[in-house]
C-alpha cells in the first residue's frame, strides 16, 4: 500500500543529495536555472488552479483560510522548525534551509498527483501515479537542491506522512465519499494548491513575499464547503 509512497519521498532524498553535492555551479547559472524553475512552477500552478469548476469556493476557500493561517501564524511555525533542523545540522545546512524546506514541502505536497496518487495506491494499489510523481519531484528536488540547499531533502519527511496518511485511509474513503464529491473535491483541491504554487513561484523570483503556508487552512475549508453544497444538492 505504502510503496509509491516510499518511492517518491526516496526519489525526492536521492535527488536532493545529488543536488547538493552539484552546487558548485557558477552564480550567473544558479540564477538563470532558479527562474527557469520559478517561471516553470508558476505556469504548473496556474495550469492547476484552472482545474476549479467553480472558482468562487476556491476564493471564499482562500479568503477563510488566509485569516485563520494568518491567527495562527503557521509559515512562522514551520519556519522554526526549518530553522531547528538548520541548527542542529550546523555547517551541512547550506543555503536558505527553511526556503527550501518550506517551498518543496507545499510543491510537492500540493497538486491532483498528491492526491490521486496515494488513493490509487491505497485503493488499487496501482502505483503508477506515485511513480510518475517521484520522476517529476526528483528532478525538482535536484534543481531546488542545488540553489537552496539541504532543507529540500527534508520536505520528504512532511510528504511522506502526509501521503502516507492519504493511502491508508483511502480504502476507507470511497465508504463514505460518493465518486461525485470526490471528484469534486479533488478539483477544487487541485485548484486552491495551483495557486500556493503560482504564490511560490513568485516567491522564488522575489517578486512578492506570500506566506504560502499561511493559506493551508484553505484546503480543509474547501473540503467543508464543497461537502456542504453538495450535501444540500443530495437534500434539495
Not at 497538486?111 to 485503493?123: E, V
Not at 520536505?155 to 485511509?169: D, K, N, T, W
Amino acid at each position: 500500500m505504502l510503496l509509491g509512497v516510499i518511492v517518491n519521498a526516496c526519489a525526492i532524498i536521492f535527488a536532493s543529495l545529488i543536488g547538493v553535492r552539484i552546487r558548485r555551479i557558477p552564480e550567473r547559472i544558479k540564477l538563470l536555472v532558479m527562474q527557469a524553475l520559478s517561471l516553470s512552477v508558476i505556469v504548473m500552478g496556474i495550469n492547476m488552479a484552472l482545474s476549479s469548476e467553480q472558482f468562487i469556493i476556491v476564493m471564499a476557500s482562500l479568503l477563510i483560510g488566509a485569516v485563520i493561517g494568518e491567527c495562527m501564524d503557521i509559515d512562522k511555525r514551520l519556519n522554526q522548525v526549518g530553522m531547528w533542523i538548520e541548527a542542529r545540522l550546523g555547517k551541512a545546512a547550506q543555503g536558505s534551509f527553511s526556503q527550501g524546506f518550506v517551498s518543496a514541502t507545499l510543491i510537492f505536497a500540493t497538486g491532483a498527483l498528491a492526491i490521486l496518487g496515494p488513493l490509487d495506491s491505497g485503493l488499487r494499489g496501482d502505483h503508477q501515479l506515485l511513480f510518475t510523481k517521484s520522476l517529476i519531484d526528483g528532478f525538482s528536488a535536484l534543481v531546488f537542491a542545488s540553489t537552496l540547499g539541504i532543507g529540500v531533502l527534508f520536505s520528504a519527511i512532511p510528504v511522506f506522512l502526509y501521503q502516507g496518511f492519504i493511502a491508508v485511509f483511502a480504502s476507507q474513503i470511497h465508504a463514505w465519499v460518493p465518486p461525485a464529491l470526490m471528484e469534486t473535491l479533488i478539483a477544487e483541491l487541485t485548484s486552491v494548491g495551483g495557486v500556493f504554487i503560482v504564490a511560490i513561484g513568485l516567491n522564488l523570483l522575489h517578486v512578492t513575499k506570500v506566506k504560502v503556508a499561511n493559506l493551508l487552512p484553505s484546503l480543509v475549508i474547501v473540503v467543508v464547503i464543497v461537502s456542504a453544497i453538495y450535501g444540500v444538492q443530495v437534500l434539495f
